[in-house]
């Protein structure tokens, strides 16, 4: 993956640059240390991937990264690990906090190469219909049928959604607020910017976070007491 580095402290970039030089699969393009600099190469060259600082002088890596086009993913690296919720506004595929160790860091990177291959499919899946109890996707050039009860939850990353299955994650292009508004409402709900989850398919769960299965989802400030009214407080035992 072609990625550029873009951070306003020298020894932050040269410590990502460092990790990036121990992960295979990277290429270092450049390295940047505002989000105009930055910009102005975005417009010229072919980046996959952005290693983004959110606290910069000039405009901010959150305000920078709502500009970056659908082919170029987002890492934030940062040291303020309450930007966290704010990432997810501009589907960035992940957010790194500052120290970064080189097995997060690679972590980070082979997310986002699982999701660079799932965007690049040579088959653009999308959903086809509803019907009860289930939805068809078109994908590898057949429709696939998918029950709700299936689903763990939905992720929304630029045009596309990827729907988590117990077997399979499946790309659809399609917006998740288009997905969401043909989910039934008793079972599915948007938890953030970028989620929707099967309510029955919750673990546990604690103020700020939703477990399902193996999977940590943040639950968004603008969601929290709606989703808590609909779907806990009247089964909660004291």
Avoid at 55 to 76: D, R, S, Y
Avoid at 94 to 113: E, G, W
Avoid at 134 to 159: C, V
Wanted: charged share 25%.
């Amino acid at each position: 993956m072609k990625c550029i580095i873009v951070d306003d402290e020298p020894l932050a970039r040269k410590g990502i640059k460092m990790l990036a030089d121990k992960t295979q699969g990277l290429e270092l393009l450049g390295e940047f240390g505002n989000a105009e600099s930055a910009s102005l190469f975005l417009d010229g060259n072919e980046v996959d991937l952005v290693f983004l600082d959110i606290q910069m002088p000039g405009t901010n890596g959150i305000e920078f990264a709502k500009t970056i086009g659908n082919k170029t993913l987002v890492i934030f690296t940062t040291a303020y690990a309450e930007y966290a919720l704010d990432s997810y506004e501009v589907d960035a595929v992940d957010y790194l906090v500052k120290p970064v160790s080189l097995l997060r860091f690679q972590r980070a990177v082979a997310k986002a190469k699982n999701y660079a291959e799932l965007l690049s499919a040579e088959v653009k899946n999308r959903l086809e219909t509803v019907e009860d109890g289930y939805i068809f996707i078109k994908a590898d050039r057949k429709i696939i049928r998918i029950y709700f009860t299936d689903i763990l939850f939905i992720e929304g990353l630029k045009d596309y959604v990827i729907i988590h299955t117990p077997e399979q994650k499946i790309v659809a292009l399609i917006s998740l607020k288009a997905i969401n508004s043909q989910l039934p409402a008793g079972i599915f709900f948007r938890v953030n910017k970028s989620y929707i989850v099967n309510t029955q398919h919750i673990s546990s769960l604690n103020n700020n976070d939703i477990q399902i299965g193996r999977h940590e989802i943040p639950i968004g400030n603008t969601y929290r007491n709606e989703f808590f009214e609909r779907f806990v407080s009247g089964k909660l035992l004291n």
